[in-house]
């Protein structure tokens, strides 16, 4: 049956169904708006559960020992870019400690651009979890190595933080002497922990790095990567993936030396970096010390004397 309204006025039909369009469109937009407001909180408790399993993870991986966190780094996307992020972090702060927090960027600028690395003891404790004491875990100094000709811009740059130099050894009074041509300290923020910058004899910053007498201190760091050496396996062209796990299977060549890409001061770095080490092309004399004293090492020996390889 027709709607007699409609019939007898269809003006006051029209109105009556723009009456219908107006409530229909404000009770869309409020489902729309109330749409909106449910995504956003269930994307807020997202965000905030992510957050929160990303601070347990790194609560969990600080912990870890280096050959547990690069097989963690190989399960995902996620776990590398954790792995990553926290090597990072480790760095960064060791750096701040020593040069101030709003020193560090210039620090790995110049890093990049004159080619050097760190190395020494500073290495290990970003490479290894705190023990007992936070503090203990901070290395004695910042060790820089620096390739010939690039001493400038760093002697400019802590000069103008007010860190003086506090020494300075040519080459030939340098333990690693075959190697440097000088070795300097300078202050730091730090109250008796220098920083430490030993020039090489040539354009390679692996001479005098490698020319430790442990194996604790055989690692050294890019502007993009961190890599980890061994004397001995260095001498016949070996390197091994990490200081926990040190299998004879896992250096059998230079192709698998061990390195991890921290991504620089920005993140911003590839993997393969912008300084390059090369590892076959390089002579170097060796300074081995008496033995390996990594207890991983499969060279390690209480009382077994290495060798030492002019070459």
């Given at each position: 049956?027709?709607?007699?309204?409609?019939?007898?006025?269809?003006?006051?039909?029209?109105?009556?169904?723009?009456?219908?369009?107006?409530?229909?469109?404000?009770?869309?937009?409020?489902?729309?708006?109330?749409?909106?407001?449910?995504?956003?909180?269930?994307?807020?408790?997202?965000?905030?559960?992510?957050?929160?399993?990303?601070?347990?993870?790194?609560?969990?991986?600080?912990?870890?020992?280096?050959?547990?966190l690069?097989?963690?780094?190989?399960?995902?996307?996620?776990?590398?870019?954790?792995?990553?992020?926290?090597?990072?972090?480790r760095?960064?702060?060791?750096?701040?400690q020593?040069?101030?927090?709003?020193?560090?960027?210039?620090?790995?600028?110049?890093l990049?651009?004159?080619?050097?690395?760190?190395?020494?003891?500073?290495?290990?404790?970003?490479?290894?979890?705190?023990?007992?004491?936070?503090?203990?875990?901070?290395?004695?100094?910042?060790?820089?190595?620096?390739?010939?000709g690039?001493?400038?811009?760093?002697?400019?740059?802590?000069?103008?933080?007010?860190?003086?130099?506090?020494?300075?050894?040519?080459?030939?009074?340098?333990?690693?002497?075959?190697?440097?041509?000088s070795?300097?300290e300078?202050?730091?923020?730090?109250?008796?922990?220098?920083?430490?910058?030993?020039?090489?004899?040539?354009?390679?910053?692996?001479?005098?790095?490698?020319?430790?007498?442990?194996t604790?201190?055989?690692?050294?760091?890019?502007?993009?990567?961190?890599?980890?050496?061994?004397?001995?396996?260095?001498?016949?062209?070996?390197?091994?993936?990490?200081?926990?796990?040190?299998?004879?299977?896992?250096?059998?060549?230079?192709?698998?030396?061990?390195y991890?890409?921290?991504?620089?001061y920005?993140?911003?770095?590839?993997?393969?970096?912008?300084?390059?080490?090369?590892?076959?092309?390089?002579?170097?004399?060796?300074?081995?010390?008496?033995?390996?004293?990594?207890?991983?090492?499969?060279?390690?020996?209480?009382?077994?004397?290495?060798?030492?390889?002019?070459?």
């Amino acid at each position: 049956m027709s709607d007699p309204l409609y019939l007898s006025d269809p003006m006051a039909n029209s109105q009556a169904h723009k009456k219908i369009k107006a409530k229909r469109k404000v009770q869309r937009a409020r489902a729309d708006r109330q749409y909106e407001l449910r995504s956003a909180a269930a994307h807020t408790q997202s965000s905030v559960f992510l957050a929160c399993n990303k601070i347990i993870l790194y609560h969990f991986l600080e912990a870890c020992t280096l050959a547990t966190l690069i097989t963690l780094s190989h399960t995902s996307h996620l776990f590398r870019t954790l792995v990553k992020t926290l090597h990072r972090l480790r760095l960064i702060r060791i750096v701040e400690q020593f040069l101030g927090t709003y020193n560090v960027e210039t620090f790995f600028i110049i890093l990049e651009q004159t080619g050097s690395a760190i190395g020494g003891s500073t290495l290990p404790c970003v490479l290894a979890p705190p023990i007992d004491d936070v503090d203990d875990w901070m290395p004695s100094n910042l060790n820089l190595f620096i390739p010939r000709g690039q001493s400038r811009p760093w002697h400019d740059f802590l000069l103008s933080l007010g860190l003086h130099c506090r020494s300075f050894q040519p080459g030939i009074a340098h333990p690693y002497k075959a190697v440097t041509s000088s070795h300097v300290e300078y202050d730091s923020k730090l109250e008796g922990c220098p920083i430490s910058i030993t020039e090489s004899a040539n354009l390679c910053v692996l001479s005098p790095a490698t020319a430790a007498a442990t194996t604790l201190g055989m690692c050294v760091a890019t502007c993009s990567n961190m890599y980890i050496f061994y004397p001995e396996l260095m001498f016949q062209r070996r390197a091994l993936k990490a200081y926990y796990q040190p299998t004879v299977q896992s250096c059998i060549t230079m192709d698998t030396r061990g390195y991890l890409c921290w991504g620089g001061y920005g993140d911003q770095m590839r993997d393969n970096g912008t300084v390059g080490i090369p590892f076959t092309d390089v002579s170097i004399k060796w300074r081995l010390g008496i033995r390996c004293s990594n207890h991983h090492c499969p060279w390690f020996s209480d009382n077994h004397p290495w060798f030492t390889a002019d070459n």
